[in-house]
């Protein structure tokens, strides 16, 4: 079946625009994940939806970042008046059920969106 | 100090060769614990999931050490296609009630002929 999608797979911005990165997890998973990931460094985490309600933002790193999945399947990050700093890869993953419901909740990655801030 | 440590190589070792990577936590309300495995410019996948103290699949070995907060990954039989970097990953509970993944910086492993 259809994994997890992300658009675009590059985003080339100058620095103060506004971005939106898309994610389309795996059909019927509930819990969506949102990280940023630095050249050398391990995904950090970003935020994560249980449904349609966010369920932990403690990693958005201030509040240019912000996320939504108003129908619980797909996901938009938005940036606002991005900056340099910003520029990483951004992965969104999906897991079949989310955290404290007993399982490992495996989480299956996109590819990730390329943001590039001039 | 970061919340998932691990040492970040790179580990060159020769093909048959077996290798092993530690990773410590620090916050002793972590609940549960994963290696990802992740290619160059490519997205992280899972590798195993740690259950109870430790579990066997294949060539790959993951030990959990709660007292300790330490994890380790071995592999056995290195083959040239275990070249990847290996992502420590921890889930816990947030500080607004929900939950959140931590992953390591990763170690980087280079397997040759």
């Known amino acids: 079946g259809a994994g997890v999608s992300q658009t675009p797979s590059n985003k080339v911005t100058e620095k103060g625009k506004y971005v939106e990165l898309r994610c389309d997890p795996i059909s019927g998973h509930t819990a969506l994940y949102w990280y940023r990931q630095s050249l050398g460094q391990g995904p950090e985490f970003l935020i994560y939806?249980?449904?349609?309600?966010?369920?932990?933002d403690s990693g958005l790193p201030n509040d240019r970042f912000f996320a939504v999945r108003p129908e619980g399947s797909v996901s938009t990050l938005k940036i606002q008046r991005t900056e340099r700093g910003d520029s990483a890869v951004y992965l969104c993953?999906?897991?079949?059920?989310?955290f404290g419901t007993g399982s490992y909740n495996e989480q299956f990655f996109g590819p990730g969106t390329r943001l590039t801030v001039l | 100090r970061k919340e998932v440590e691990q040492d970040p190589g790179p580990f060159n070792v020769p093909e048959g060769a077996t290798v092993a990577f530690n990773c410590t936590y620090s916050n002793s309300a972590s609940q549960s614990f994963f290696w990802y495995r992740q290619d160059c410019r490519k997205e992280p996948k899972l590798l195993m999931s740690i259950y109870s103290s430790g579990n066997e699949d294949g060539r790959f070995t993951a030990q959990l050490n709660r007292a300790s907060q330490y994890i380790s990954l071995l592999i056995r039989d290195s083959k040239l296609s275990d070249s990847a970097t290996y992502l420590c990953v921890v889930n816990k509970a947030g500080n607004t009630g929900g939950f959140k993944t931590i992953f390591g910086a990763g170690t980087r492993l280079f397997v040759k002929a």
């Open positions: 993953a999906s897991s079949l059920k989310g």
């Open positions: 939806f249980q449904g349609t309600g966010a369920a932990d």
